[in-house]
């Protein structure tokens, strides 16, 4: 046993010394504008701006609603034959893959772009110009994401760039909501389990910003239940009605700390038949969210005081007449995480930036690079270009000046890591 258990602490300080010479390795991005090839890619991303504002409406005008992104998908996998890129497929999971070879199968740095938004099925996605502005919900999040990563791929190609190591494009299913990230799940632990040595995640933001934290979040459905009535005949029952009013009530006065910033919200409630009747059935949803899990749990165990609570006071009040039960069920997890600003990847692309003459902005979020962080594997989110506003909203809208700065500095990034 100790002789197995020294070899597995072995296998797993080789692995950790593997993952550090991968980036140590890593070559500066102010030495690269140096490079002919490199020089050249980042000159063809701006000069193909226009194409790229142009493929980003259109994809965002391809429906990708929730748990239904498989028109989108296709789309970007023709894009990726269209490009050149090797190994494409689309997994289990609806995940899009293809691979750029370098000479070496290692080190491997994938860049991922989601192809979902947050807009259900019917939703108008046609987007309207005017001048700079692209207006459409999923304009920024993920069109350009998804636009951006293909500026990238074709800049390379058109710069002639040859790397040592491979880079893996991913465009994933799942980012949003209630997708809890399932396809960087699958990504990292089914379908390149193993074979990730630093990922970087594009979304909408300016080419400044860096995201080095994750957001992590709990997710749960409560439902009450109880035998139900006629609000008059059978006055005096346990209401599960009544039961959820008074467990919101006590999520309302939760405390929970300024730092890390942790956060609760109630945001959706359904339940009862009619005004006349005693509900035999209702439910609310609620989103947790901390930048620590520590915090995370610290704020579900007040969570699930208050559920408990509010199911013992209602049926107290009515002495267990046709007593309420309650079912509280998961339906979301987003680890939290961190990659350090200290970290060979951040600073990788700190440098970056500001190569491209711009200066680094770090923040936390919940990207797709949550799981990476969590399982300690090399992870940043790096914004488009651009500027998007009002996501997640009817009248997103994005701001082109200067947007091709977004994926100059991903590609001066990911270059830098595989050279």
Known sequence: MKSLLRHSLFGCVVALLSATSILSAAVEPATLLNDPTVKAALAAVERNEPETLNLQARLTEIPAPPFNETARGLEVKRLFEQLGLKDIRVDKVGNVIGVRPGALAKPNVVVAAHLDTVFPEGTDVRVKRDGKFLRAPGIGDDGRGLAAMLSVIRALDEGGVKTTGSITFVANVGEEGLGDLRGVKELFNVTLKGKIDSFISIEPGSQNRITNAGVGSYRYRV??????????????????????????????????????????????????????????????????????????????????????????????????????????????????????????????????????????????????????????IPAVTLGGGGESSRAHSLDESFDSTNSHLGPQAVLLTVVALVR
């Open 223 to 376: 439902t009450f239940k109880g035998p139900g009535g006629h609000s008059y005949g059978a006055f005096g029952m346990a209401n599960p009605i009544h039961a959820l009013g008074r467990a919101i009530a006590k999520i309302g006065d939760i405390t929970v700390p300024a730092k890390p910033k942790t956060t609760f919200n109630v945001g959706r409630i359904n339940g009862g038949t009619s005004v006349n009747s005693i509900a035999f059935e209702t439910w609310f949803e609620v989103d947790m969210r901390s930048e620590t899990m520590a915090a995370l749990d610290a704020v579900r165990d007040q969570f699930n005081a208050a559920i408990a609570d509010s199911v013992k006071a209602e049926n107290a009040r009515w002495k267990n007449r046709g007593a309420v039960s309650v079912d509280i069920e998961m339906v979301g997890l987003r680890p939290a995480g961190q990659t350090p600003e200290d970290s060979s990847i951040v600073k990788i692309a700190s440098a970056s930036v500001t190569a491209m003459g711009g200066i680094p902005s770090y923040g936390a979020g919940s990207t797709d690079s949550n799981v990476p962080m969590q399982l300690s």
